[in-house]
Structure formats: structure tokens, C-alpha cells
T-cell receptor, first 109, second 115 residues
Framework: KNEVEQSPQNLTAQEGEFITINCSYS?????LHWLQQHPGGGIVSLFM???GKKKHGRLIATINIQEKHSSLHITASHPRDSAVYIC???????????FGTGTSLTVIP | KAGVTQTPRYLIKTRGQQVTLSCSPI?????VSWYQQTPGQGLQFLFEYFSETQRNKGNFPGRFSGRQFSNSRSEMNVSTLELGDSALYLC??????????????FGPGTRLTVL
């Protein structure tokens, strides 16, 4: 069983749609990261969360520590948002990083 | 500030050889982490270095090793390469202000192909 599960695995949306990507984890964590990876491999860290909610532009990330669940929302999606979004958690025992398998998002103009 | 740089960007080796990859963190960053990304396993944590010491380690065999120099630059070494070691190797640096939740900044990666 994976320590981090993401859904959906693949997502296609029309430009302008509201998008939600979910992440559930089974270990105790110190923090949760949302990462964005564009074709070619470059990874950008979007958010680091340990509680509550964070917003950056059209991106919103929330975390519910009790339910061990986080969501990444994209409002008014745009084709340049097309990428793989990866959820990663830092366990609070052993400081080990665990990664989800990623959600491949395609936004169609 | 310059971002995280990794060299080389692409590398082709044969089974049984060894390889050394290099990572230069953002100036002032003291923590460097290494990750392996493959289509089958996704991203996996290799190890993290801070102040020239390995602070955390993932579940990889001893063929994978690393080190960090006094200027925070880091190298990782893979000995006795296997076909399954073909992957994108990413390093990331963080300021490490004392919080485990510092933002990580990723390099472009080194794509290793083992033939």
C-alpha cells in the first residue's frame, strides 16, 4: 500500500473550469507539499502546508490533518496549467519523504 | 539568485559502471536532498545532506551514496549500475532555517540511461 494516494490519476478540463486534485496519506506528517512538474522534468514547489489553507494566485491548497487529506484547487484553469501535480508528505518519524504517483492535468483551450 | 544546477544533464552508462552526479544548491541554502524519478515508481527520496552530514536516508541499497562539501555542493554516486537505475535524478535545496517545512527548490535533473 502506498503511503500517499492521489486522485484522479488523469484529468482533462476545458479552459476556465475549476479543478480539484485530492491527496490522502496514511502516515503522520510534519508537512505536505504540492509540486508541479512540466514536460521535460522541471519541478516547482507550489505549496508547503502543515495546517489550514494557502492561496497563491489561482491556486488554493487545503489540508485536514485529522482526516489525513489535502486538496489542490485551480480556479479559472488555463492551458499553461497543464502539468503533473504531485503530492508529497514529510513523515514525522524519520523525516522521510513519501510521494504520490501524480495527477496528469491537461487543460484544453 | 541562480537556481539549483545539476551536472551533467544527460548521461549514458553501461551496466556495472559507476556514475557521479553533481548538484549546486542556491547560494545560502544548506540542505540538499536527492530524489529518483522513474515511470514505474514515481518520485522516491534518496537522501538528504546538511552541513556535510547525511541527515536522512530513503530505502535504497548501499550502491547509492552521496556527500556534501563545505560549500554545500553535493554529489551522489551510484556504483555497479543496473538497468533499473535508469531514471531522472533530481536534487533540491532548501534554506533549512531550522524548520523541517522549508520550501524546496528543485534542479532540472540529470537523466541517466543505463544500457
Amino acid at each position: 500500500k502506498n503511503e500517499v494516494e492521489q486522485s484522479p490519476q488523469n484529468l482533462t478540463a476545458q479552459e476556465g473550469e475549476f479543478i480539484t486534485i485530492n491527496c490522502s496519506y496514511s502516515v503522520g506528517i510534519s508537512a505536505l507539499h504540492w509540486l508541479q512538474q512540466h514536460p521535460g522534468g522541471g519541478i516547482v514547489s507550489l505549496f508547503m502546508l502543515s495546517s489550514g489553507k494557502k492561496k497563491h494566485g489561482r491556486l488554493i491548497a487545503t489540508i485536514n490533518i485529522q482526516e489525513k487529506h489535502s486538496s489542490l484547487h485551480i480556479t479559472a484553469s488555463h492551458p499553461r496549467d497543464s502539468a503533473v501535480y504531485i503530492c508529497a508528505v514529510l513523515s514525522n518519524t524519520g523525516n522521510q519523504f513519501y510521494f504520490g504517483t501524480g495527477t496528469s492535468l491537461t487543460v484544453i483551450p | 539568485k541562480a537556481g539549483v544546477t545539476q551536472t551533467p544533464r544527460y548521461l549514458i552508462k553501461t551496466r556495472g559502471q559507476q556514475v557521479t552526479l553533481s548538484c549546486s544548491p542556491i547560494s545560502g541554502h544548506r540542505s540538499v536532498s536527492w530524489y529518483q524519478q522513474t515511470p514505474g515508481q514515481g518520485l522516491q527520496f534518496l537522501f538528504e545532506y546538511f552541513s556535510e552530514t547525511q541527515r536522512n536516508k530513503g530505502n535504497f541499497p548501499g550502491r547509492f551514496s552521496g556527500r556534501q562539501f563545505s560549500n554545500s555542493r553535493s554529489e551522489m554516486n551510484v556504483s555497479t549500475l543496473e538497468l533499473g537505475d535508469s531514471a531522472l535524478y533530481l536534487c533540491a535545496s532548501s534554506l533549512d532555517s531550522g524548520s523541517v517545512t522549508d520550501t524546496q527548490y528543485f534542479g532540472p535533473g540529470t537523466r541517466l540511461t543505463v544500457l
